[in-house]
Antibody, heavy 124, light 108 residues
Framework: QVQLVESGGGVVQPGTSLRLSCAAS????????MHWVREAPGKGLEWVAV????????FYTDSVKGRFSISRDNSKSTLWLQMNSLRAEDTAVYYC?????????????????WGRGTVVTVSS | EIVLTQSPATLSLSPGERATLSCRAS??????LAWYQQKPGQAPRLLIY???NRATGIPARFSGSGSGTDFTLTISSLEPEDFAVYYC??????????FGPGTKVDIK
């Protein structure tokens, strides 16, 4: 069965960096775009970034552009989110999610499987 | 950026009742709208994609309708496990993909 397991969260100070990982199993990772979505405390869901199945296309929400970088290694079925210059407002549960589409499009946009999330807290 | 609004913010109902949740987009999203369910401490789950298509394994009591700017998620008869927060999300114009603020369905 499809499994997505995030790791790498923690408590960090503002201005520092963190790298999140998402280990995928149970499907052909290289055939799907992948997303990061976050949920700040008491808030709703916010889409963060997407990477195409082959890693050649990456898109970000404006608030993280230039600070966060999404990447993947299809040989390891692993997705990453490198987060630099972290701010208090980046505090959230970060979920990785599989895009519903396949290799015929950069991203379909609906997320059909999600991990359980990893908690990032940015605080001095 | 397409903004999604959801109403009501909270819906208080009893098991067995019908739930009707609304999602409105700031501009047309055609039918490129999805609905997710999220329970406390859990990841979201895809319920409906492209406005009216149930995702794999989703019970038939969940249905979606609408197009353009106005969409509805209906739960025909609430089961105890359906009390949760529901989000709509558009994929018509991105980035960014955007979510609505959510509707909480709680037990009356």
């Amino acid at each position: 069965q499809v499994q997505l397991v995030e790791s790498g969260g923690g408590v960090v100070q503002p201005g520092t960096s963190l790298r999140l990982s998402c280990a995928a199993s149970g499907f052909t990772f290289s055939k799907y775009a992948m997303h990061w979505v976050r949920e700040a405390p008491g808030k709703g869901l916010e889409w963060v970034a997407v990477i195409s199945y082959d890693g050649n296309n990456k898109f970000y929400t404006d608030s993280v552009k230039g600070r966060f970088s999404i990447s993947r290694d299809n040989s390891k079925s692993t997705l990453w989110l490198q987060m630099n210059s972290l701010r208090a407002e980046d505090t959230a549960v970060y979920y990785c999610g599989r895009d519903q589409g396949g290799i015929t499009e950069i991203a379909r946009g609906a997320l059909d499987f999600w991990g359980r999330g990893t908690v990032v807290t940015v605080s001095s | 950026e397409i903004v999604l609004t959801q109403s009501p913010a909270t819906l208080s109902l009893s098991p067995g009742e019908r739930a009707t949740l609304s999602c409105r987009a700031s501009q047309s999203v055609n039918n490129y709208l999805a609905w997710y369910q999220q329970k406390p401490g859990q990841a979201p789950r895809l319920l409906i994609y492209d406005a009216s298509n149930r995702a794999t394994g989703i019970p038939a009591r969940f249905s979606g309708s609408g197009s353009g700017t106005d969409f509805t998620l209906t739960i025909s008869s609430l089961e105890p496990e359906d009390f949760a927060v529901y989000y709509c999300q558009q994929r018509k114009s991105w980035p960014p993909f955007t979510f609505g603020p959510g509707t909480k369905v709680d037990i009356k």
